[in-house]
C-alpha cells in the first residue's frame, strides 16, 4: 500500500491533491514520511484494532460476551462441549480464530470482548483490502478502502454487535466467487473457502452452490465432496462428542421482516425453516450461473441479498457482508477516485446507519436492490481485474 507519489500540481481531483499534500509533507518532514511509508501495515492493524477494541467495549453486546466466553473455554478440557449452549450459532473455526485473541486479552489485561474486538478488525480489515489487491486496486484506492471500513461504519456495524463472523463468512464467498471466475487456481482452493465459510457460520454452507461454476462435472463432485469433508470435520467431533445443540435453537418472526409477509409476526423459526430458506436462496443464486462475464460474483450477492429477503430478523449485521462486498469492488473497479469517494461517503452511512432509524420491508428490499446494483455496475467495470 505503497503511499508515496510525484506532486501533480496541474491536474485537478482527488489523488492529485493528496498527491500534493503527500508532496509537501514528504518534504517538510522526510522522516516521518519514510516512517509511515515503511510501517504502514502496522498502521492499518493498530487502527483497525482501536476501532473494534473500542466498538466491542462501548456496545459489549450479550453475544460477543458469549462468543468470547465460548472461544474462551474452546482449548480447556471442556471445549467440545461449548456448542451445548443452541444459543452458540457460530462455527468452530470462528471461535477458534477467536481464542488467541482472548488468551492475549487475559495475559494483557483487557476485557475478552475488547480483545476479540480488536483482533476481529484487524482480519476483516486485512481481508477485505487483500481482496482488494488481488482485483487490482493499487496502494491509495487500498487505502481509501481501509478509510471507508473504519471511519464509515462496517467494522463498527459488525464488531460492535459482535458479530463479525458474518463479514468474514462474506469475504470468504466473495474469495470463492472470484477465484472460480478467474478458473486459474486449483480446483480444490473454492471448496475450501466455501467450507471455510461454512466452518465460520452455518450459512456460509450456502455458498456450496458456487461450486456448480467448476468447469466439469468432475470438478463439480469432487469439489462438492470436499466441501462436505472439511464442513464435517470440523463439526463432527461437538456433534458426537460435545453434545452440540446448535439445531435446537428457535428464532422468532419479527413484524419488520420481510418474512412476516408469508409467516405471522411472532411465529417460531426453526432450524427446519432455515433449511427451507436455504434452499430458496440457493435456487435464487443458481439462477445467476450464466451471467456474464462473471457470474461467481453476482451469485454472492444475491446469495446475500436473498438471505436478508427471507431472514425472519432484521437484524443491522447481516448487512455487513454485502455493504462490505460492495465497498471492496467499488475501489477496486477503475471509476475516477471522485466517483468511487462519492459512492462511499454518500450511500455507506445511509446504508449502515437505517437499522437505527428503523428497519421495514421497503427499506431491506430497496436498500438490498441497490447494493446488488452497485456490485454489478463495479463488477462489470472490474472485468479486466477479474479476468487476469
Known amino acids: 500500500m505503497a503511499l508515496s507519489a510525484p506532486a501533480v500540481p496541474s491536474r485537478a481531483g482527488l489523488r492529485p491533491w493528496a498527491e500534493r499534500e503527500w508532496a509537501q509533507l514528504t518534504e517538510r518532514r522526510p522522516g516521518a514520511t519514510a516512517a509511515l511509508v515503511r510501517h504502514r ?48 450459532q457460530v462455527g ?12 492475549l486479552g487475559d495475559l494483557l489485561g483487557v476485557s475478552p470482548v475488547a480483545s476479540a474486538g480488536a483482533g476481529s478488525a484487524v482480519v476483516l480489515v486485512l481481508g477485505a483490502v487483500r481482496l482488494a489487491g488481488l482485483l487490482g486496486a493499487d496502494g491509495f484506492r487500498r487505502a481509501c478502502l481501509v478509510g471507508s471500513m473504519v471511519v464509515l461504519g462496517p467494522v463498527a456495524a459488525s464488531v460492535g454487535f459482535g458479530h463479525s463472523e458474518e463479514v468474514l463468512v462474506g469475504l470468504c464467498l466473495l474469495a470463492a466467487g472470484l477465484v472460480l471466475d478467474r478458473g486459474t487456481a486449483p480446483w480444490w482452493v473454492a471448496p475450501l473457502l466455501v467450507a471455510a465459510a461454512a466452518d465460520v457460520k452455518l450459512w456460509g454452507a450456502l455458498g456450496g452452490v458456487l461450486l456448480i461454476l467448476a468447469p466439469t462435472w468432475r470438478q463439480r463432485v469432487a469439489s462438492g465432496l470436499l466441501t462436505c469433508a472439511a464442513v464435517a470435520a470440523a463439526y463432527l467431533p461437538f456433534a458426537l462428542v460435545g453434545g452440540m445443540q446448535t439445531g ?37 443464486a443458481l439462477l445467476c450461473a450464466r451471467w456474464r462475464p462473471h457470474p461467481g460474483v453476482l451469485m454472492v450477492a444475491v446469495l446475500m441479498l436473498v438471505r436478508l429477503a427471507t431472514d425472519p430478523l432484521p437484524f443491522s449485521y447481516y448487512w455487513t457482508p454485502l455493504i462490505v462486498m460492495a465497498l471492496v469492488l467499488v475501489w477496486a473497479a477503475p471509476w475516477s477516485l471522485e466517483r468511487s469517494a462519492a459512492a462511499t461517503i454518500v450511500g455507506l452511512p445511509v446504508a449502515c446507519a437505517w437499522p437505527f432509524v428503523g428497519p421495514s420491508i421497503p427499506l431491506t428490499v430497496g436498500l438490498g436492490s441497490v447494493l446488488v446494483v452497485v456490485v454489478v455496475r463495479a463488477c462489470r467495470a472490474a472485468q479486466p481485474a477479474l479476468a487476469a
Open 41 to 88: 501495515w502496522w498502521l492499518v492493524v493498530l487502527l483497525a484494532a482501536a476501532q473494534g477494541a473500542w466498538t466491542a467495549a462501548l456496545m459489549d453486546r450479550t453475544d460477543a460476551s458469549l462468543f468470547a466466553a465460548a472461544a474462551g473455554r474452546l482449548l480447556t478440557g471442556q471445549g467440545l462441549e461449548v456448542f451445548q449452549d443452541p444459543a452458540l
Open 92 to 103: 468452530p473455526l470462528y471461535l477458534l480464530l477467536l481464542a488467541p485473541m482472548v488468551l
Open 248 to 284: 435446537s435453537y428457535v428464532w422468532t418472526v419479527n413484524p419488520k421482516a420481510p418474512a412476516s409477509l408469508l409467516l405471522e409476526a411472532g411465529a417460531a423459526f426453526t432450524w427446519t425453516d432455515r433449511l427451507s430458506q436455504g434452499a430458496l436462496v440457493m435456487a435464487c
